[in-house]
């Protein structure tokens, strides 16, 4: 109950707008980023409407539940107030008071920002409590009066920012202390995963892996044979590309362990040593 509590209101803590990286996004997430304004804009023309009545509809399986999408509020002391989703359970309850310290001090300011009469979006990572996962989660809210309304949504996809980032961060641990580095991917530290990213390294001496941030089974398994699912060699073709230029991009279909989806992929490769260090992200269209 409390991780679930804690997951709910830390988009709340947050609801000073933040000023982050800008992300690359593909149609899906503009798409879903589009239905959850919209189901916000919804839920905030109908609250206007019809006031505190309107938590009534909130918190049922109807129009203001969007597929996984859903409205959820609470007042400026803390008080949830309607839910479309596992919170339900917590309406009537000061779910503040649950909260670890410095979580409660930053729900706290949050519910002292004043009312602008705008939807503002905020942006960070938190537990999904539908996988498991620590995933970028984006909300957006309104306040009206002391009530306020949000709508938040998981990005899953990792962009070409965050791949760039993880390999250089990757290459420069391989290449000031191999061993432990692989140990550290293998150990599947959260320092190399990423959502859906994840560093893998190649011994370019035996073309085997020494080191997989999402499946430790292929560690010792022989890269050079590795085929996507329509059986296109894409472990010699990556081999190819680092031993003739170092370093280089590869495009090719994996299964996207978030998703479970075969999706397209695009893969950054560099020659450090005589490992191959890579890093790749799912893109569009996949």
């Not at 309406?91 to 009312?115: H, Y």
């Not at 009530?147 to 420069?172: N, S």
Request: net charge positive; proline share 3%.
């Amino acid at each position: 109950m409390k991780r679930l509590l804690s997951a709910l209101l830390f988009c709340f803590a947050c609801l000073a707008p933040l000023h982050l990286p800008a992300a690359t996004s593909t149609a899906a997430d503009a798409a879903q980023a589009q239905r959850a304004r919209q189901l916000l804009e919804k839920a905030v023309a109908y609250y206007r409407q019809e006031g505190d009545k309107a938590f009534a509809a909130f918190s049922r399986q109807g129009e203001f539940v969007d597929n996984e999408l859903y409205v959820y509020v609470v007042d400026s002391k803390g008080v949830m107030l309607a839910s479309g989703g596992p919170s339900v359970v917590l309406i009537g309850r000061d779910v503040s008071q649950l909260l670890d310290p410095n979580m409660r001090t930053q729900f706290a300011k949050a519910l002292k920002a004043p009312e602008n009469g705008k939807v503002q979006e905020t942006e960070y990572r938190w537990k999904n409590w539908a996988d498991g996962r620590v995933e970028r989660k984006h909300t957006y809210y309104q306040r009206m009066g002391d009530r306020f309304l949000a709508v938040g949504y998981y990005i899953p996809r990792a962009d070409a920012r965050q791949a760039e980032a993880m390999l250089e961060k990757t290459v420069k641990a391989v290449e000031g202390a191999p061993e432990a580095t692989f140990k550290r991917i293998n150990d599947l530290d959260k320092a190399f995963i990423e959502d859906d990213l994840y560093a893998f390294v190649v011994d370019m001496d035996t073309s085997k892996f020494v080191a997989h941030g999402y499946n430790t089974r292929m560690v010792g398994t022989d890269f050079a044979g590795l085929k996507d699912p329509a059986g296109n060699a894409i472990g010699q073709a990556m081999l190819a590309l680092a031993k003739s230029k170092g370093e280089g991009q590869f495009d090719y279909q994996w299964r996207n362990p978030v998703t479970g989806k075969v999706e397209s992929k695009h893969a950054l490769l560099r020659k450090s040593g005589h490992y191959l260090v890579a890093v790749g992200y799912y893109t569009a269209g996949g």
